[in-house]
Structures are given as structure tokens and as C-alpha cells.
Nanobody, 123 residues
Framework: QVQLVESGGGLVQAGGSLRLSCAAS????????MAWYRQAPGKQRELVAT???????NYADSVKGRFTISRDNAKNTVTLQMSSLKPEDTAVYYC?????????????????WGKGTLVTVSS
């Protein structure tokens, strides 16, 4: 099993910045894609940004130019640097990864989720 723990959420004024971090731990053999999702009140969860093992990235149009995703493969961490924050960025942000684990000589490929961290942007 893999555990993902997010940190860095909080309250910030519009135009401000926040940095979210997520650390993966457990019986990890390898991690391929890592991502951040968010879910605003009354809305469906949406993809914010992804980063592959080769550091290639993709962003939702709504955050391009304002958010930057990065990862540290040695530490199994992923970070989301958010700047020029807007009230519409208010949401619970979730860390996600696709990880391969090893148990009794067998490998298992599965998606894992953190519990989320709340980001509130005031106007």
C-alpha cells in the first residue's frame, strides 16, 4: 500500500501564492504519473496538473501560467506551486499518483489518493 500526505493548504488573499506538497510512502517500487486534482464545493473533482516520471507536465487551461507542478523522484514527493491565486481556485486539493508496489514477489499497479488539503482564496 501507498500513503499520500498533502500539506501546505490554507487561506490566502487573491493574487497571493501557496505551495502544496505531497509525500508518498509505503512499499513503493516505482511511481509513474503524479498529479494534483481539486474539488470545489458543489462541483466535480477536476484535474489541475500532471507530471510524468520523465518530468513532462500538463496543466488545466484554468491554471496555465499560474501553477507549476514538480516532483522529486528520490523523495517520492510532488509539489504544486500556485501563484496569482483567484477566488475560483478555492477547493480541496488532492494528490494522486500511479504507483507500483511489491508484495511477496508480485508487483501491483494502482492509483492512490491523498485525503486532501483545503485552499481558500479570499477576494
Amino acid at each position: 500500500q501507498v500513503q499520500l500526505v498533502e500539506s501546505g493548504g490554507g487561506l490566502v488573499q487573491a493574487g497571493g501564492s501557496l505551495r502544496l506538497s505531497c509525500a508518498a510512502s509505503g512499499s513503493i517500487f516505482s511511481i509513474s504519473d503524479m498529479a494534483w486534482y481539486r474539488q470545489a464545493p458543489g462541483k466535480q473533482r477536476e484535474l489541475v496538473a500532471t507530471i510524468a516520471s520523465d518530468d513532462s507536465t500538463n496543466y488545466a487551461d484554468s491554471v496555465k501560467g499560474r501553477f507549476t507542478i514538480s516532483r522529486d523522484n528520490a523523495k517520492n514527493t510532488v509539489t504544486l506551486q500556485m501563484s496569482s491565486l483567484k477566488p475560483e481556485d478555492t477547493a480541496v486539493y488532492y494528490c494522486n499518483c500511479n504507483a507500483e508496489t511489491v508484495l511477496l514477489g508480485r508487483t501491483y499497479d494502482k492509483d492512490y489518493w491523498g485525503k486532501g488539503t483545503l485552499v481558500t482564496v479570499s477576494s
